[in-house]
């Protein structure tokens, strides 16, 4: 059994070598879920004239970008993921109009919407729209959960798998991310709060609606004259997403049902979605988002009914199932989101990690469970035979579950590795998400050894960098700090930027950062410098001992002191 699954090792993965080498994938040979493979018709890349003045180009990237033409001007809604992909598209619509852009709006803040910016500011000056709270989220993903948030996106959308290893990314062709793509954000310029705004640009009259459903900042575009509807991210042509495995903050599945309940009441004669292509006819569109909607309705209400039954969640996921009148619909098939993630977010949602299981409110840890697993087993050899031949019966989530046991016990151990690569090998094949697919994957690659390299940021360009607010750069170093390292550390640190005036005040105090505006009455030392300079050094653009002995920076103090001071800021491996 043991050579079998050496064998099959060897077919799906490519495993080129061992030690320090990298496995490769071998793409050809995978096999994959025949409506998720169907599914990719949907982004032949294509520039779609949804009206005169109205276009929408689907398959460049993950996300659509929109063009609306108006008298002396064009706006553009949502701007891709990378510089690369908004450059094809603007290429293109570039054929269609030579109008300068007087504006861009946001639909929300994911990055496949919002990184490629830059690309459509060109040499205008537009505006640029979104919500209120738009910006502030950008700074959460960017400032304090980039590097966890960064490697399990790699893992969700498959953007570091090899040629022909992505089939599509449910709602999209591919992600174009990684540590080689090039982004180039522009932040907004004009907000709005409240449930609805007027504006007017080039012409083009427009209502941004608050509307919060994927994202808490999603607003949704409504050109009134037209009834052309722009529905952000709110609809797309599979099962939405309620829970993205990357991670994510809760999201308020009630709030996306009563956002889609504003749309239908437009009764809207077109629909652009930011993802997958547009929809025609006020018949078939409000149908489409009643599904829709009933869709997150039902797995939502039939989930907190069996809550409220008592039943845990994993009895709540076998149970809640579509009905099959919603089930069968084309937009509502599981290529991006699923129900059974739906069903856990919306559990814990409501009622914590905290299943109400007593077994479970002190868990064993993992080193001694997966001991205590190889001794019911019969020992640790025993366990892999079992591993081995759960694999060989097709059992390949249950062999997947206990090589994870083995590994705890033996990181190194490669036939367990083997054996949980072959698994997920095996469980992409038949998975209809393509997010579970990827993940699966590129699980398995890393499985053999392959690194998530994040990008680097002296990629980013500097108009970029030097948007961000400084507060925010601060307060990320809260997270940031090694509270074993600074576990004995008591230490006052100022801080002066002397182009925006700003003061900030870093009380290291055993094991915690706290990070407060205002300068300290008596520092044990403190920096004096502009805040491009500083965020250039936390970003690891500039060597701050370089820095320091420039004069770029001024040190009240010691300098070797300051430089132990900012060792203690580094973000833990992920």
């Not at 995978?30 to 779609?48: Q, W, Y």
């Not at 180009?57 to 690369?84: C, P, R």
């Not at 988002?289 to 994993?314: K, P």
Request: with cysteine.
């Amino acid at each position: 059994m043991r050579i079998l699954s050496a064998m099959l090792l060897t077919v799906a993965l490519g495993v080129a070598g061992c030690g320090e080498e990298t496995p490769e994938l071998d793409a050809g040979g995978l096999s994959a879920n025949d409506k998720l493979t169907a599914h990719s018709e949907e982004f032949r890349p294509e520039v779609i004239k949804v009206a005169d003045n109205v276009y929408v180009a689907v398959g460049y990237g993950l996300a659509n970008s929109i063009l609306i033409e108006g008298e002396d001007g064009i706006v553009i809604v949502d701007t891709t993921e990378s510089v690369d992909v908004a450059q094809k598209v603007k290429a293109e619509f570039d054929k269609i109009t030579d109008k300068p852009v007087k504006g861009i709006i946001y639909t929300h803040n994911h990055a496949d919407h919002i990184l490629g910016s830059g690309v459509f500011v060109g040499d205008n000056n537009p505006d640029i729209y979104s919500y209120e709270t738009t910006p502030a989220h950008i700074d959460h993903i960017v400032q304090v959960i980039r590097p966890i948030i960064y490697k399990r996106s790699m893992r969700q959308f498959g953007s570091l798998l090899p040629e022909g290893g992505v089939i599509n990314d449910g709602i999209g062709p591919f992600l174009d991310q990684g540590p080689n793509a090039k982004v180039d954000l522009r932040r907004p310029t004009k907000t709005f709060s409240g449930e609805m705004t007027e504006i007017e640009i080039a012409g083009i009259k427009m209502e941004l609606h608050f509307a919060p459903g994927e994202t808490p900042d999603q607003i949704f575009v409504w050109l009134p004259d037209q009834k052309i509807l722009l529905p952000g991210d709110n609809f797309y042509r599979s099962f939405p997403n309620l829970y993205a495995i990357r991670g994510t903050a809760y999201r308020d599945v009630m709030d996306w049902v009563h956002s889609l309940d504003k749309m239908r009441a437009l009764k809207p004669e077109i629909l652009v979605p930011s993802h997958t292509r547009p929809i025609f006819g006020q018949t078939e569109i409000y149908q489409t988002l009643t599904d829709y909607r009933d869709a997150i309705q039902f797995v939502h209400d039939q989930t907190i009914r069996a809550m409220n039954n008592g039943l845990d969640v994993e009895e709540i996921v076998e149970l809640v199932k579509l009905p099959p009148h919603l089930a069968e619909k084309p937009y509502l098939q599981e290529f991006y989101g699923r129900v059974d993630w739906s069903v856990r977010s919306i559990f814990t949602g409501y009622l914590g990690w905290f299943g109400g299981n007593a077994t479970d409110l002190q868990s064993l840890p993992p080193k001694r469970e997966a001991d205590e697993m190889a001794a019911l087993a019969g020992g640790v050899e025993e366990l892999r035979q079992k591993a081995a031949q759960a694999f060989d019966m097709g059992k390949f989530q249950w062999a997947a579950q206990l090589a994870d046991h083995l590994l705890v016990l033996a990181p190194d151990d490669a036939e367990a590795g083997s054996i949980r690569s072959m698994s997920l090998t095996a469980l992409a094949a038949t998975e209809i998400s393509a997010n579970g697919r990827n993940y699966y994957l590129t699980q398995a690659l890393e499985q053999g050894g392959f690194k998530i390299e994040e990008p680097d940021p002296q990629t980013y360009p500097a108009p970029m960098l030097a948007a961000f607010p400084i507060s925010q750069f601060m307060q990320a170093m809260r997270v940031s700090l090694d509270a074993e390292k600074a576990a004995d550390v008591d230490t006052i640190i100022g801080f002066d930027f002397t182009d925006t005036g700003e003061t900030f005040t870093i009380h290291v105090r055993r094991g915690v950062a706290e990070i407060t505006n205002g300068f300290p009455a008596s520092p044990d030392a403190s920096i004096k410098t502009d805040t491009f300079v500083w965020k250039e050094i936390l970003a690891k653009r500039r060597n701050p001992a370089i820095a320091f002995a420039s004069g770029d920076v001024e040190i009240e103090g010691s300098v070797v002191d300051m430089l132990g001071f900012l060792s203690l800021f580094k973000p833990p491996e992920t």
